[in-house]
C-alpha cells in the first residue's frame, strides 16, 4: 500500500492517482523540499491562507451590480449561487474576456451568462502545494474552499503569495 502524503489515504501499490484527493502519487512522493519555505507548502494546510469568506451572489444578479460589489469589497472574484449551492465563479478574467468594452451595454444581463460554471474546490484540510498545482493546471487565479462540504472561503494565488513572502521572512 502507498500511503498518500496529502490526504493520508491507503492505495495500492502503483497507482498514479490517490483514490482520496486526485493528487499524483509519484511526484509527491519524489518531491523532497530544498527549502523551509517550500516545506511549509508541502505541509501546511489551506486553512492558514483562509482568512475571508467569499463574497456571493445569486445567479439571477445583474452584472453592474455584481461589478459595483467586487470593485467595493476590492475582490477578484464572487462565487455565483443558485439556491444556496456554488453553480459558478465571475472574476475579473471573465470580466475582461467576457465582458470587455461591452460591459456598459451587458450591464443589466445576469451574471450566469457570463461565469464560468462548476468551479473546482477544495478542501480546508487540503495542502496549499495541492491548491498551487490546481491553480496551475487549471489556469486560474481564485479556488473556492469547503469545510465539511460547505463553502466557507476563497484563496486567490494572493494569499498564497503573501503566505510565502510571511515564510520567507519568518525563516530568516
Known sequence: MIVCPDCGIDNIDGADLCEGCQQPLAASNALTPKSDVEESIFHDRIRVLARHGPLCVESGTRVAE???R?????????????AGETVGIFSERDAMLRLNTDAAALADRPISEFMTPNPEGLDMDDKIAFALHRMDAGNYRHIPIYSQGRLCSIISVRDILRYITENAIDTK
Not at 467586487?70 to 443558485?82: D, K, N, P, S
Request: with cysteine; aromatic share 0%.
Open 70 to 82: 467586487m470593485v467595493e469589497r476590492a475582490v477578484g472574484c464572487v462565487i455565483v449561487l443558485e
Open 66 to 68: 455584481v461589478l459595483e
